[in-house]
């Protein structure tokens, strides 16, 4: 399969901003879906999570109650929804996708699919 992540940018603390990633697989709801970001300098590191159905998500630490995880199986699409941006938020955000049973959603090697990022900027 393969993913397409789209809209990042910049903006300003606090501002909000949704990421897309669409999928090209007839069979998108048997993918677990996830999202990473790598800061500029730093090594790639866990977002959010979300199961086949969207009924179960995960986050980080960091992102929990600004950022939200969703998906449109019929759109095949994965959305993160970004809130209360802060500049420690700046990172390439890279979308990722398992259709093996996943355990440990939170480490990069349960993914086999990845998207090739899109960065976004958060100013001060």
């Known amino acids: 399969v393969q993913l397409q992540a789209s809209g990042g940018g910049l903006v300003q603390t606090g501002g909000s901003l949704r990421l897309s990633c669409a999928a090209s697989?007839?069979?998108?709801?048997?993918?677990?879906m996830g999202w990473f970001r790598q800061p500029p300098g730093k090594e790639r590191e866990f977002v959010a999570a979300?199961?086949?159905?969207?009924?179960?998500?995960d986050y980080a630490d960091s992102v929990k109650g600004r950022f939200t995880i969703s998906r449109v199986n019929a759109n095949n699409t994965v959305y993160l929804q970004m809130n209360s941006l802060k500049p420690e938020d700046t990172a390439v955000y890279y979308c990722?996708?398992?259709?093996?049973?996943?355990?440990?959603?939170?480490?990069?090697?349960?993914?086999?699919?990845w998207g090739q990022g899109t960065l976004v900027t958060v100013s001060s």
């Open positions: 979300i199961n086949w159905s969207g009924g179960v998500t």
């Open positions: 697989t007839r069979t998108f709801s048997s993918y677990f």
């Open positions: 990722a996708a398992s259709d093996r049973l996943i355990y440990r959603p939170r480490e990069q090697t349960s993914y086999d699919y």
